[in-house]
């Protein structure tokens, strides 16, 4: 029996042996394992911080992108209601020294009754022709008597009048026009010393 014994001791040696060994092969693996889950993590985690400096990236712009496109349709729409408002401008240059005309026409002195009659038919086509122009938003600029002011005179040249104010209107030689808010024609003025 002394050998069943010896043989089970050397069993029992030969199987420590070998769950030492595994189980130092078994350590060695999980280390090894261990490790490259660090590496695999350190990985990830650098993936990841390239990934969101991306994003950010895109993010900002894709915002850029829109405050352009909003920009862009602002802009679109301010030109769409200025063309609106203005529309007019091209046409109502083009007629002011048509308008210019009919008031010479009208300061001529007229005596017979001919001439009174066409005056008249005269006066009535000046009279609409005002309204339809008007109507568009055409105004006459105030000029004498008023300030003088660059943005809607130009003074062509200067008089000497004691009993106004320096910088006063005196005399309108060309009217003016305003389109809504925008000048087409400046009045052109003889202002005060």
Same mark, same amino acid.
């Given at each position: 029996?002394?050998?069943?014994?010896?043989?089970?001791?050397?069993?029992?040696?030969? *199987?420590?042996?070998?769950?030492?060994?595994?189980?130092?092969?078994?350590?060695?693996?999980?280390?090894?394992?261990?490790?490259?889950?660090? &590496?695999?993590?350190?990985?990830?985690?650098?993936?990841?911080?390239?990934?969101?400096?991306?994003?950010?990236?895109?993010?900002?712009?894709?915002?850029?992108?829109?405050?352009?496109?909003?920009?862009?349709?602002?802009?679109?729409?301010?030109?769409?209601?200025?063309?609106?408002?203005?529309?007019?401008?091209?046409?109502?240059?083009?007629?002011?020294?048509?308008?210019?005309?009919?008031?010479?026409? &009208?300061?001529?002195?007229?005596?017979?009754?001919?001439?009174?009659?066409?005056?008249?038919?005269?006066?009535?086509?000046?009279?609409?022709?005002?309204?339809?122009?008007?109507?568009?938003?055409?105004?006459?600029?105030?000029?004498?008597?008023?300030?003088?002011?660059?943005? *809607?005179?130009?003074?062509?040249?200067?008089?000497?009048?004691?009993?106004?104010?320096?910088?006063?209107?005196?005399?309108?030689?060309?009217?003016?026009?305003?389109?809504?808010?925008?000048?087409?024609?400046?009045?052109?003025?003889?202002?005060?010393?």
């Amino acid at each position: 029996m002394s050998e069943t014994t010896e043989n089970k001791e050397s069993l029992k040696e030969d *199987v420590a042996e070998q769950v030492t060994e595994n189980t130092e092969e078994v350590t060695e693996t999980t280390n090894e394992q261990s490790q490259e889950i660090e &590496l695999t993590t350190e990985e990830y985690k650098q993936k990841v911080s390239e990934l969101e400096s991306k994003l950010a990236e895109e993010e900002d712009r894709y915002l850029r992108l829109r405050a352009d496109y909003d920009n862009l349709r602002r802009r679109t729409q301010l030109d769409r209601e200025s063309q609106e408002k203005y529309r007019a401008q091209s046409l109502l240059t083009d007629l002011l020294p048509v308008l210019d005309n009919f008031e010479r026409a &009208l300061q001529v002195e007229v005596t017979s009754d001919d001439a009174v009659a066409l005056y008249k038919g005269i006066d009535m086509v000046y009279r609409s022709f005002v309204d339809a122009m008007n109507k568009e938003g055409l105004e006459l600029i105030p000029a004498e008597g008023v300030q003088f002011d660059p943005t *809607v005179h130009q003074a062509v040249m200067q008089e000497s009048d004691s009993e106004k104010e320096s910088g006063i209107i005196l005399r309108e030689l060309q009217k003016g026009y305003k389109l809504k808010d925008r000048v087409i024609r400046p009045s052109m003025v003889s202002v005060n010393e």
